[in-house]
T-cell receptor
Framework: EPEVTQTPSHQVTQMGQEVILRCVPI?????FYWYRQILGQKVEFLVS????????KSEIFDDQFSVERPDGSNFTLKIRSTKLEDSAMYFC????????????FGDGTRLSIL | AQRVTQPEKLLSVFKGAPVELKCNYS??????LFWYVQYSRQRLQLLLR??SRESIKGFTADLNKGETSFHLKKPFAQEEDSAMYYC????????????FGGGTRVLVKP
């Protein structure tokens, strides 16, 4: 069964540095999402992406964050200048359609900011 | 704004006992409700969606629009059901993003 893959599984970075989290969605999916989960808290929506542009973003997704689909397979989340509070588990998800169709999640990247 | 509430952080039951995980939501529109499960060290996996009205691994969930609930039930819990369970909501008015509850950890004791 096809899966969403995320790399790296764990990223440790100094505060202020840039990080890029990578995702390969399921190949025939058209809708892409990033979520994050701070330790002990809810899974929170960050951004959705469709047709090569952001379709929706949350208040968390400020100017420090950006997403890109640089080729036909990868979907990346960049954090420009990391802060301690960016430490979290970041999940990528993809879906074949929008409209409340189920989303398929990757294993997540644990981001630790020192 | 949409919201999902899972009032129980932890449910501990004995093997063979019934288990019910509560989920309540608020949403102005026609909601799509899901249950996701996360087994130890694994990814979030879709367990159920209300529109399918199916039973997966013995679990069922019924959408009650009057009570704005989508509780997850299983009549006879198994040890392999021990996991984290998340109720989630989506829909057109929500821009198709998922809004998650806080999760309920289920521990099934032998």
């Amino acid at each position: 069964e096809p899966e969403v893959t995320q790399t790296p599984s764990h990223q440790v970075t100094q505060m202020g540095q840039e990080v890029i989290l990578r995702c390969v969605p399921i190949s025939n999916h058209l809708y892409f999402y990033w979520y994050r989960q701070i330790l002990g808290q809810k899974v929170e929506f960050l951004v959705s992406f469709y047709n090569n542009e952001i379709s929706e973003k949350s208040e968390i997704f400020d100017d420090q964050f950006s997403v890109e689909r640089p080729d036909g397979s990868n979907f990346t989340l960049k954090i420009r200048s990391t802060k301690l509070e960016d430490s979290a588990m970041y999940f990528c998800a993809s879906g074949r359609k929008g409209d409340g169709q189920p989303q398929h999640f990757g294993d997540g990247t644990r981001l630790s900011i020192l | 704004a949409q919201r999902v509430t899972q009032p129980e952080k932890l449910l501990s039951v004995f093997k063979g006992a019934p288990v019910e995980l509560k989920c309540n939501y608020s949403y102005s529109g026609s909601p799509e409700l899901f249950w996701y499960v996360q087994y130890s060290r694994q990814r979030l996996q879709l367990l159920l969606r209300h529109i399918s009205r199916e039973s997966i691994k013995g679990f069922t969930a019924d959408l009650n629009k009057g009570e704005t609930s989508f509780h997850l039930k299983k009549p006879f819990a198994q040890e392999e059901d021990s996991a984290m369970y998340y109720c989630a909501l989506s829909g057109r008015a929500a821009g198709n993003k998922l809004t998650f509850g806080g999760g309920t950890r289920v521990l099934v004791k032998p």
